[in-house]
């Protein structure tokens, strides 16, 4: 601000200043509106619903999910086979949950060595 030499420039100068401090008081108010509202139990469920159900990570998650249960699946299959044993079906089911776990955590690196592996096997040769 320049100097103040009057006093009707230091009337105006004193009403600029009122004028600013009541524009910021209602951008305050009206920023603290909105951050109550983003911030209420009720909106941040649905905005997490929505996050959780948008289409990128919901196809993840599905893939992810649905190559560890078959993973375990076939695992558990291929140690029990047709076997009527208890205890072999007891731990093929231990078994089962095991790979399925463990797929379900590493799908990444699993699906990088299976892109690896893809590319070599099926790779046109010169």
Do not use: W
């Not at 029990?80 to 072999?88: C, D, F, T, Y």
């Not at 093929?92 to 990088?112: A, E, H, P, W, Y």
């Amino acid at each position: 601000m320049e100097n103040i030499r009057s006093v009707s420039e230091l009337k105006r100068a004193i009403q600029l200043l009122e004028n600013e401090q009541t524009i910021n008081g209602q951008l305050l108010k009206d920023q603290l509106c909105i951050t109550y509202n983003t911030y209420r139990p009720l909106n941040l469920i649905k905005m997490t619903l929505e996050e959780v159900t948008s289409p990128p990570y919901l196809i993840n998650e599905i893939l992810r999910t649905s190559i560890g249960l078959a993973a375990g699946y076939i695992s558990k299959k291929i140690f029990v086979g047709k076997s009527g044993n208890m205890i072999r079906q007891f731990l093929g089911t231990i078994i089962q949950l095991g790979v399925t776990n463990v797929t379900t955590q590493r799908s990444d690196t699993i699906r990088t060595i299976g892109q690896f592996l893809f590319q070599h096997l099926f790779h046109k040769r010169e």
